[in-house]
């Protein structure tokens, strides 16, 4: 039935700062920018009036990453203290080359991290490596490091 996945989405509270973090910060370039509304989108997503700014990022390989901002309505924000075993919470994982380049990076940029990266020591992941930060939102963002080779 599934074939795999096609994009994932997040919706972000300023468009702006999302794509300067994902778009200038991680460096995924903008396949789409437009904004949708109509009966369509009000039936897609259950909500009538609704109107949204969509962007689409290229992620790499045929993957991309959806932001949307709602400008009707208007959503809450993640609460302040929410944590990634919270029912709901989801993060992303993201590939990069060099997982401890991009720590340093995105540190001297002002990205709060968990922990500085980890090399995963057990499980069918040994050798890879790992770092959990968010993002403007307070979303969870993975930087994921295959092991070389």
Known sequence: MIRGIHHTSRTVSDMERALAFYGDRL???VVLDTEMRGPMLEREVAMPGAHLRFVLLEAGGPT???LLQYYTP???PLAADAKAADTGAHHIALLVDDIHATHVELTAAGVEFTW???QVDAGVFEGHWTAYCRDPDGLIVELWQLPAG
Do not use: K
């Open 27 to 29: 460096g995924m370039p």
């Open 116 to 118: 500085p990266p980890q």
């Open 74 to 76: 208007t959503g809450v």
């Open 64 to 66: 991309r990453l959806e």
